[in-house]
């Protein structure tokens, strides 16, 4: 039995021997393989990149005409008789408003949404709507903060009036927020901007008195929009702000808004500039 084992075990070591002078005398020659696993690849979802809005903005004739400390980006273009604004909160997410004036500081508006960078469009709401909320007085713009929050400021002829209405479902709905006017103004008439907000919650008004020589109003608010404070003096403990003199009747020129450590400055209240920390 023995003699056998070891018959066995001579022959199975030879066999080995051969095989390794075989592949020692082919290593020119390509081998052959035969039976090699597939790899397991795991599969990555495809990303594709929301579209650069300025370029597509561009192509279609309109130009950047705001811009805001929270990245809200403005612009503004025309398509026939209507006036085009494009508001993005991200380079996908955004709402197009269709302005058209109708006389008499009327101006009739429809609201669109899109969340795919402005390749479509879904309709939200317009003045010509049955029970429409959005205003229908002239407009000085409009502003998004987030996906639900957004307001429209208007200027009409009517001493003591400030329009201001807000959004709190995207769009669909509009409802005006009253301001407290200050007693010495109540005879005068406004031309007011869409609110600048430096936080979700932090965030200004300007408005604007015009008597013999305009004047400035700041409202502040602390609470997201919710409610709106006039403040007389040049700061609250959490904004400081200055405006230069250097304007035409109508025109918001040489803001500077502190807010915590940074500075930020607009000639037009609508473009906001980085003025760098303090």
């Given at each position: 039995?023995?003699?056998?084992?070891?018959?066995?075990?001579?022959?199975l070591?030879?066999?080995?021997?051969?095989?390794c002078?075989?592949?020692?005398?082919?290593?020119?020659?390509?081998p052959?393989?035969?039976?090699?696993?597939?790899?397991?690849?795991?599969?990555?979802p495809?990303?594709?990149?929301?579209?650069?809005?300025?370029?597509?903005?561009s192509?279609?004739?309109a130009?950047?005409?705001?811009?805001?400390?929270?990245?809200?980006?403005?612009?503004?273009?025309m398509?026939?008789e209507?006036?085009l604004?494009?508001?993005?909160?991200?380079?996908?997410?955004?709402?197009?408003?269709e302005?058209?004036?109708?006389?008499?500081?009327?101006?009739?508006?429809?609201?669109?949404k899109t969340?795919?960078?402005?390749a479509?469009?879904?309709?939200?709401?317009?003045?010509?709507?049955?029970?429409?909320?959005?205003?229908?007085?002239?407009?000085?713009?409009i502003?998004?903060?987030?996906?639900?929050d957004?307001?429209?400021?208007?200027?009409?002829?009517?001493?003591?009036?400030?329009?201001?209405?807000?959004?709190t479902?995207?769009?669909?709905?509009?409802k005006?927020?009253?301001?407290?006017?200050?007693k010495?103004?109540?005879?005068?008439?406004?031309?007011?901007?869409?609110?600048?907000?430096?936080t979700?919650?932090?965030?200004?008004?300007?408005?604007?008195?015009?008597?013999?020589?305009?004047k400035?109003?700041?409202?502040?608010t602390?609470?997201?929009?919710?409610?709106w404070?006039?403040?007389?003096?040049?700061?609250?403990g959490?904004?400081?702000?200055?405006?230069?003199?250097?304007?035409?009747?109508?025109?918001?020129?040489g803001w500077?808004?502190?807010?915590?450590?940074?500075?930020?400055i607009?000639?037009?209240?609508l473009?906001?500039t980085?003025?760098g920390?303090?």
């Amino acid at each position: 039995m023995k003699k056998r084992c070891l018959i066995i075990s001579a022959l199975l070591i030879g066999t080995l021997l051969a095989g390794c002078s075989q592949k020692q005398g082919d290593t020119n020659k390509n081998p052959e393989v035969t039976n090699v696993p597939t790899p397991v690849v795991t599969t990555m979802p495809t990303v594709t990149a929301a579209p650069d809005n300025t370029s597509v903005q561009s192509a279609r004739g309109a130009e950047l005409t705001g811009s805001t400390p929270l990245g809200v980006t403005i612009y503004q273009g025309m398509e026939e008789e209507n006036a085009l604004e494009y508001i993005y909160l991200t380079s996908a997410e955004g709402w197009k408003a269709e302005r058209n004036a109708e006389g008499m500081f009327k101006e009739s508006i429809a609201l669109y949404k899109t969340e795919d960078g402005g390749a479509s469009w879904d309709k939200l709401t317009s003045t010509e709507d049955e029970n429409a909320t959005i205003p229908l007085e002239s407009k000085t713009g409009i502003i998004f903060i987030d996906s639900n929050d957004g307001w429209i400021t208007t200027q009409i002829p009517r001493d003591g009036y400030i329009g201001l209405f807000r959004t709190t479902d995207g769009g669909v709905d509009w409802k005006q927020q009253e301001l407290t006017i200050p007693k010495e103004y109540s005879a005068s008439q406004f031309t007011t901007y869409p609110p600048v907000f430096f936080t979700a919650r932090d965030g200004l008004l300007l408005s604007y008195a015009f008597d013999d020589e305009p004047k400035q109003l700041v409202y502040v608010t602390h609470d997201g929009g919710n409610t709106w404070t006039q403040i007389d003096a040049k700061g609250d403990g959490t904004f400081q702000w200055s405006y230069s003199e250097k304007s035409d009747a109508g025109q918001a020129d040489g803001w500077t808004i502190t807010y915590g450590n940074k500075t930020w400055i607009t000639s037009d209240a609508l473009i906001w500039t980085d003025g760098g920390a303090n």
